[in-house]
């Protein structure tokens, strides 16, 4: 299997307080692999609103800045909804990994959510490689995938 984003940029990611933890042993299990991250927070496990968390990390991706985004919140809704606010974002709340190859396959997602109190830490990371490595099959999908943008 092979990267399916620019390897050469970062990874964006954020999370508000109930994703904090995931969010960090995330970024050591991507530093250990030989990625590069950025890390738009939160760093307290304190009550924070995820949308401070979720544009910063939604915008470091529609920018080119960042090669993807993964957030994280309690059950990923709600940084799955800002993220998707921005035009340049597909955001995908991922819980299964079947999930999360339809979510790289089918809907040439770039932001992967995560909900930090339904998913097992081991199966995040089982996702965050499918979704690392899932091509977009383009084809029948990619005009579905234009079709998403309101502009």
Request: hydrophobic share 40%.
């Given at each position: 299997?092979?990267?399916?984003?620019?390897?050469?940029?970062?990874?964006?990611?954020?999370?508000?307080?109930?994703?904090?933890?995931?969010?960090?042993?995330?970024?050591?299990?991507?530093?250990?692999?030989?990625?590069?991250?950025?890390?738009?927070?939160?760093?307290?496990?304190?009550?924070?609103?995820?949308p401070?968390?979720?544009?910063?990390?939604?915008?470091?991706?529609?920018?080119?800045?960042?090669?993807?985004?993964?957030?994280?919140?309690?059950?990923a809704?709600?940084?799955?909804?800002?993220?998707?606010?921005?035009?340049?974002?597909?955001?995908?709340?991922c819980w299964r990994?079947?999930?999360?190859?339809?979510?790289?396959?089918?809907?040439?997602?770039?932001?992967?959510?995560?909900?930090?109190?339904?998913?097992?830490?081991?199966?995040?990371?089982?996702?965050?490689?499918?979704?690392?490595?899932?091509?977009?099959?383009?084809?029948r999908?990619q005009?579905?995938?234009?079709?998403?943008?309101?502009?």
């Open positions: 299997m092979s990267y399916m984003f620019d390897a050469s940029k970062p990874i964006a990611l954020g999370a508000d307080h109930a994703g904090v933890q995931y969010k960090n042993e995330i970024i050591s299990w991507l530093h250990e692999k030989g990625y590069t991250t950025k890390d738009f927070g939160t760093y307290t496990t304190d009550s924070v609103d995820y401070d968390f979720a544009h910063p990390t939604a915008t470091s991706v529609e920018t080119g800045e960042a090669a993807f985004g993964i957030l994280f919140c309690g059950t809704n709600g940084v799955a909804m800002t993220a998707n606010k921005h035009e340049g974002i597909r955001a995908g709340l990994a079947e999930v999360t190859e339809f979510t790289r396959s089918h809907n040439d997602a770039n932001v992967i959510c995560i909900p930090a109190r339904y998913v097992p830490i081991e199966l995040a990371k089982e996702m965050l490689e499918i979704f690392m490595t899932t091509a977009f099959e383009g084809g999908h005009n579905r995938v234009t079709k998403i943008s309101c502009a």
